[in-house]
């Protein structure tokens, strides 16, 4: 007699909350293709060897914490080999990874990603402005830590909101160098005794710039090395879930403590300016079939240098060229190609408007 199976109830993930324990048992008892975004703060294996002192012989709080120390280069790429491979199993198919480190161990990281399959976006330099010195003279002042941004396979489809870091960058398209200060003042996280509650807590404004540009509201973001919970204050902030692995109980409770603080921004604060690519494809045709431009009508360029007639079909014909807005302006600008939209204008009372006006009305209207 044949038994009847019965399919597991799906496991729910644990939204909003940090759970304690190591990060790649964590991971892996995760549903697979569960998560949006991953970023990873891993150890930098920095292999300090003694104290670090300054010039007036004060200690300088490194980072000395066990959780950084391994026992060799082989011992930690394992652990980084399997970590990055507990987090693809978890990350959707268009899902992508940002991986912060030092010299230490960034190319480490980098290679591994790459023999995991995950495909290498970008990667972007955080110039700190107000960099700790480089006390004993030996050496050049590090004054950056590399990120590297990859989707989990070469042809995903990961999330870029272009235009909104565009904006964020005063209209100047975002490049891969940010200088942002390093986590001091205010936003620095204290202990009882008044001592850092973390020796490497981000800053804010990198995971601002992170989540705003990989993201959308209500994603999922996931980091596995959660420390005081700099990735869960600002994607609460904006208005995404996180899941925060950290296995170190006191920066759990500051964590917590932390984002219990936090206030989500309301839902017109949370709206970002959306790709241009991403807006409904309007063809020009459109504009003659709903009357809104007549055939025989005439369109003239920027500048009122040149003039073309539209045609019934939703083409142009203007002195020896006949085409699309985009081919006769090009053809008349002697250019190898033009924005037809924001090239031709019509004349309404005596003014000279876009055409692009036009096609935001109906755009509107889809929405």
Known sequence: ????????????????????????????????????????????????????????????????????????????DKFTREWLAAARRILKPNGAIWVIGSYHNVFRMGAELQNQGYWILNDVVWRKSNPMPNFRGKRLTNAHE????????????????YEA?????????????????????????????GDKAHPTQKPE????????????????????????????????????????????AAYREVAEKRIARVRKF??????????????????????VERGMLRPGEELFSVGNRYKAKVRADGTLVGNDVKGSIHQVGAHLEGAPSCNGWTYWHFKREGKMVPIDLLRQQIRAEMN
């Open 1 to 76: 007699m044949s038994k009847t199976k019965t399919k597991a109830a799906p496991v729910e993930l644990p939204l909003n909350e940090i759970i304690g324990g190591d990060c790649i048992e964590v991971m892996n008892s995760l549903p697979e293709s569960s998560i949006d975004l991953i970023f990873a703060d891993p150890p930098y294996n920095l292999q300090l060897k003694g104290e670090l002192h300054r010039p007036d012989n004060s200690k300088v709080d490194a980072v000395d914490d066990h959780w950084d120390q391994f026992s060799s280069f082989a011992a930690y």
């Open 146 to 161: 590399t990120m590297i941004w990859a989707s989990k396979a070469e042809g995903s489809k990961y999330t870029f909101n």
């Open 165 to 193: 870091l565009k904006s964020l960058n005063e209209g100047i398209q975002m490049r891969s160098d940010w200088v942002l200060p390093i986590c001091n003042g205010g936003e620095r996280l204290k202990d009882d005794n």
């Open 205 to 248: 404004s990198l995971l601002h710039r992170v989540i705003i540009g990989s993201t959308n509201p209500g994603d999922v973001i996931l980091d596995p090395f959660f420390g005081t919970g700099t990735t869960g204050a600002v994607a609460k902030m904006l208005g995404r879930e996180f899941i925060g692995i950290e296995r170190e």
């Open 266 to 287: 309301d839902k017109e604060a949370l709206e970002i300016t959306g790709s241009k690519r991403a807006e409904p494809r309007v063809p020009f045709g459109q504009l």
